[in-house]
């Protein structure tokens, strides 16, 4: 596994997993709001390590990464509000961030493909990190778990990518990208757009080959 590619995995995963996990108006949020709403869109999209997509792309994602940022730090009950509609509920969700809901028949969260993955992080001794009352297959957990591993446990890597989370990430990207831009939630949006495209260049950086399931949403 290439070191560097390992290490521009874990950059990506380390900004964006907060994104998908924690309600940005709490407080333990704030100084990655507060960075990315300072930065240059510009000088993100030139140092942003690993993207497949054009520069374009890239920096429409990044402007829109700071514009959220700064809405966020600007109203945060707002963004707030953003964020348990489209990641926590109580009501309909129309992109669930759990993996198990895409693909198991009942569309349910803790399915056959979450408790598969439960299964495979104790197998490798790495269980400590899989709360077993939370859904292990959550996409924010999952990134954070790419970059921990891509640091500590590389040589899993592979295996955890093509079999348990690459098999449903651009499927659930391309479901929340949409819906974000149009309730213009630009952070969220952009969130979306540079882990899809940091993922997608992963597995053609490890020359993944990834078997896809059916989808059931």
Excluded: N
Excluded at 49 to 56: I, Q, S, T, W
Excluded at 120 to 134: K, M, N, S
């Amino acid at each position: 596994m290439g070191v560097e590619l390992m290490m521009q995995a874990k950059v990506c995963c380390d900004l964006l997993a907060p994104l998908f996990l924690e309600d940005p108006a709490k407080p333990g949020v704030r100084p990655l709001l507060e960075t990315l709403a300072g930065a240059d869109a510009e000088q993100l999209a030139g140092e942003w390590p690993l993207f497949a997509g054009d520069d374009e792309a890239l920096g429409q994602a990044m402007v829109q990464l700071r514009s959220g940022a700064v809405a966020a730090l600007t109203d945060p009950q707002g963004a707030s509000r953003a964020f348990h509609h489209l990641f926590v509920g109580p009501r309909h969700l129309v992109a669930p961030p759990w993996g198990s809901v895409y693909t198991d028949h009942e569309k349910v969260v803790f399915g056959e493909t979450c408790l598969e993955l439960g299964l495979w992080l104790r197998r490798q001794g790495i269980d400590r990190l899989a709360d077993q009352t939370e859904p292990p297959d959550h996409i924010g957990r999952m990134l954070a778990l790419l970059g921990w591993m891509a640091e500590h446990r590389p040589e899993l890597v592979g295996e955890y990518a093509a079999g348990h989370l690459l098999t449903w990430s651009h499927h659930y990207f391309e479901r929340l990208e949409p819906v974000a831009r149009e309730e213009g939630h630009d952070l969220y949006r952009a969130a979306a757009a540079l882990a899809d495209g940091m993922l997608l260049a992963f597995q053609e950086g490890l020359g993944l080959e990834v078997r896809y399931p059916r989808f059931f949403m």
